[in-house]
């Protein structure tokens, strides 16, 4: 079957570093997608995994581990408006134009 | 930039009603696709288009229904609205195996 598992909820505080944690099973594997959406917005694009290891951009950085079926997002220096829903997607068989989407981690910012 | 537009933010329609929802994007992709967003249940695909006059369904096809007779244009139809299909409803595109873009959504509540 196909899973994506990351956590419902969490709360960290502005200034600080938070990461959100993505595990997935699925059914062969091309690709993870990280998607950023606040209340009552789209989704919108923030980064892409196809490989093992870390892609860093600006405040935000991505981590791949193929073997172990993770991915976590880091988000540093924590803002007020980072506050939001954090999508984990993934693609699963080469080739193949859908992605499965995780339910998404809806980060709370505290002052 | 990547523009994908949607008709409605907000629809308010009666059960049984036929309901069109539609969705453009301007950056010739092949690719469209429609998605529901629910609380606790995140992103479900309903059905997606990767050419004109192409469909496959998605995770949940039934009481929907689509039309692909343009490249740029994806409607997604209730033929007889029921309330179990009220809903957040988002449109995406994407180039081939890329990222997928969204539209703003569409709030549908069915009365």
């Known amino acids: ?111 | 930039d990547v523009k994908v537009t949607q008709s409605s933010r907000y629809l308010v329609k009666r059960t049984g009603e036929k309901v069109f929802l539609e969705c453009v994007q301007d950056m010739d992709h092949e690719n469209m696709f429609w998605y529901r967003q629910d609380p606790g249940l995140g992103l479900r695909l309903i059905y997606f288009s990767y050419d004109v006059k192409m469909k496959e369904k998605g995770d949940i096809p039934e009481g929907y229904s689509v039309s692909r007779e343009k490249k740029e244009r994806f409607s997604l139809i209730l033929e007889s609205a029921s309330t179990n299909q009220t809903s957040m409803y988002l449109c995406a595109s994407s180039f081939s195996a890329d990222t997928q873009y969204f539209g703003p959504g569409t709030r549908l509540t069915v009365l």
């Open chain 1, 1 to 111: 079957g196909q899973n994506i598992d990351q956590p419902t909820e969490m709360t960290a505080t502005e200034g600080a570093i938070v990461q959100i944690n993505c595990t997935y099973q699925t059914s062969g594997f091309n690709g993870l997608f990280w998607y950023q959406q606040h209340a009552g917005e789209a989704p919108t694009f923030l980064s892409y995994n196809v490989l093992d290891g870390l892609e860093e951009k600006g405040r935000f950085s991505s981590f791949l581990s193929r073997s172990k079926g993770y991915s976590y997002l880091l988000l540093k220096e924590l803002q007020m408006k980072d506050s939001a829903s954090y999508l984990c997607a993934v693609r699963g068989l080469k080739g193949d134009d859908k992605i499965i989407f995780g339910k998404g981690t809806r980060l709370h910012i505290l002052p």
